[in-house]
């Protein structure tokens, strides 16, 4: 198993920058791919941003490129979201996914692991 828990979630201007980290433990080894997954009430999760086990491959959602980052440092099992220019409709709660598979899927029945998720407000 692979726990993940995330933070850095909390309130701020559009305009604003905010950066998610996502630590993993237990079977890290199982946390091959990784990413990013946002949800508002009533909405289905949404994908927001994956990386590949390597750190060195990525994808983006249409809506968050050019302003959310995604990395991650395999010696601090550790996974970022660095999200800049934030706009009202990026508010949500952000869930960090991880799958012991290669493949980066953008949908979230494609992820075994999932963490608690954070909140992210960006007023107007």
């Known amino acids: 198993q692979v726990q993940l828990v995330e933070s850095g979630g909390g309130l701020v201007q559009a305009g604003g920058s905010l950066r998610l980290s996502c630590a993993a433990s237990g079977r890290t080894a199982n946390a091959n791919a990784m990413a990013w997954f946002r949800q508002v009430p009533g909405k289905e999760r949404e994908f927001v941003a994956a990386?590949?086990?390597?750190?060195?491959?990525?994808s983006y959602a249409d809506s968050v490129k050019g302003r959310f980052t995604i990395s991650r440092d395999n010696a601090k099992n550790t996974m970022y979201l660095q999200m800049n220019s934030l706009k009202p409709e990026d508010t949500g709660v952000y869930y960090c996914?991880?799958?012991?598979?290669?493949?980066?899927?953008?949908?979230?029945?494609?992820?075994?692991?999932w963490g608690q998720g954070t909140q992210v407000t960006v007023s107007s």
């Open positions: 996914a991880a799958r012991s598979g290669s493949l980066v899927p953008t949908y979230a029945g494609g992820y075994e692991y």
């Open positions: 990386v590949r086990g390597t750190g060195i491959s990525t």
